[in-house]
């Protein structure tokens, strides 16, 4: 059997003078660049530069929109109402799309932030005005959402194409959410069981969780953060990992 997958990565979170992250190092390594908006993180010259590198390294490139909430860096959660939210994804959204345009490329997929992604994922209503926005503004667009969420049944239910995406190093709860990053168990600081976890969500389709019981999970992306000091040796360590069992690495509009 031929297992393939897709590595993405939050990037484009500098704003200003604050730098975050080594965008240009680990660009090399992934096949998807989630590229902030300006409302949890970045700005105009960041989203120009990110895209810019995106481009050059030939990886998809897709829009990371979030909460207006850059002191929170868009991990608050907010209640907005499906109008505004749509009208921020579209906002957002079309931003990213303007400064692809001028590399001749276009946005190839949507992947919400922090705590709007998370509180998309259970709330149904939210779910299905990220996925109208989405769907209004491009139906080719790809909308990622956490595997076996309510984000991913929106989409689908909009004619979107979705990537159920699965989360390196991050611990799981038994209705397969993440854990909150509130809690001391939310991330796994071991990038070795880290790899074996991932290995065996793509190959085996399980997970386990904090309390130790066996999910069943899709993996068609693979989320690692770039904002962690040791991003970069952690998405070397995984894609090496990946390689040596044999799972073949590629963007998601790739994977049929």
Known sequence: MIYRVDIN???GESFGR?????????????????????FHA?????????????????????????????NGFGRREMKLSADEIYQLMVYQIGALQ?????????????????????????????AEAVAKAVADLDQELILFGLAGSELVRAGEKAGLRVAQEVFADRTYQADGTLTPRSRPDALIHDSDLAVKRVVRMIKEGKVET???????????????????????????????????????????????
Do not use: W
């Open 9 to 11: 990565c939050d990037l």
């Open 18 to 38: 604050y730098k975050l992250g080594q965008d240009d190092k680990i660009l090399k390594l992934i096949t998807s660049a989630n590229i902030a908006c300006g």
């Open 42 to 70: 970045g700005d105009p010259r960041v989203m120009y530069q990110t895209v810019k590198m995106a481009y050059e390294q030939g990886v998809a490139i897709g829009a990371h929109p979030g909460y207006p909430d850059l």
């Open 98 to 126: 303007g400064f692809a345009r001028l590399f001749g490329v276009k946005v190839e997929h949507v992947k919400p932030h922090g705590a709007l992604y998370n509180q998309a994922a259970k709330d149904r209503v939210l």
């Open 210 to 256: 904090v309390d130790g019981a066996e999910i069943s999970i899709k993996a068609d992306t693979i989320c690692v953060h770039g904002d962690e000091e040791t991003a970069l040796e952690f998405v070397k360590k995984l894609r090496a990992g990946l390689e040596k069992e044999g799972i073949e690495i590629s963007k998601v509009g790739d994977i049929r």
